[in-house]
């Protein structure tokens, strides 16, 4: 939604310092993996923005890289890229400058912590023309994955792409075998597909439509298990995956970050979650009278923040953000630079970067109106911009 009228997905702030690509990028850098690339199309300035301020540590002369591959018309002056196999094929030249023997292809915008060690070991000892990272998901979110069957070797036999009515797997009713969108492939292989695929008039250009299913029925298309090589620190209990796509999605994952024992370590420092660390004060807290207490309880609160004489309950603030005086806020996230105003009372609701809150706004408690000002989901979760407070005419 409006979370991204002005940045990539992957760009969106997560975890109160992180963004959302830093997941992929620092589970590629923790298993070992040293050369990466990152294609960019839509909006993607702050996404580059962030990566060239955060990544850029990378040096050739460690056999390192770290290459921004923006879609920038170079197969054809008329085509931008046309789906994720077409971003892959239009840089099939840099691929090849670097000579990799093995590519693992993946999303930029999955929270997660995974080695990917496992999964290659897996493709090499296989022998297969891809291997594909999957997890079990309940039936009823399955129609927004690929959902695959496999055999008793993990060979998938059937794999489906974003189906209505997808089917369960054999022994586990309500639950289906759905892919990652993580991809192992020998590169001499992978890039003889792509051109295949990029022959073919009638593709879309997308790994998940036309070369998944193209490879299940003329290759040897393997599955690897996500449980296999998830990363879980001992204060972690399931594997823990997210597609934080929607607004209800991405304001669970945050709140999720601040229960006591939350199912995300971020805490872990055997599998740290790198990022751009901007330079900031430390977070401070102001005034102690009765009413007037700044305080935070189970809440995360960034650099920069300044609680004064606010109370938090349940709630991520990001960089910089400042709370004035007797706010409440409880079940927010609240994104870099934002301010609330004295007397604000927020619940449940996400703000962007640098909302301005007026004094006195009060929203979480009258779903109607709060529905005729914001965007309000049908879990009741509001997500609140500065052109949705600017046309209220509050101060």
Known sequence: MELTDIRAKPAVYFGGKSRIIDFALSN?????????????QYKAHSLIRHLQRGWNFFRQERNESFDILPASQRVSEEMWYL?????????????????????ILLAGDHVYKMDYEPMLQQHVDQNADVTIGCLEVPLAEASGFGVMHVDAQNRIIDFLEKPENPPSMPGKPGVALASMGIYVFETKFLIEQLRRDAADKNSTRDFGRDIIPYLVQHGKAVAHHFSRSCVRSSAEGDAYWRDVGTVNAYWAANIDLTDVVPKLDLYDRDWPIWTYGEITPPAKFVHDLEGRRGMAISSLVSGGCIVSGAALKHTLLNTGVHVHSYANIENAVILPYA?????????????????????GLVVGEDAVLDAKRFRRTDKGICLITQPMIDQLGMT
Do not use: W
């Open 339 to 359: 301010e609330i105003h004295r007397g604000a009372k927020l619940s449940n609701v996400v703000i962007d970067r640098g909302v301005v809150i007026p004094k």
């Open 28 to 40: 590629a850098m923790n298993s070992g993996i040293r050369r990466i690339a990152v294609a960019t």
């Open 83 to 103: 789906g994720t196999a077409d971003a892959v094929y239009q840089n099939i030249d840099i691929i090849e400058s670097y000579a990799p023997q093995h590519i």
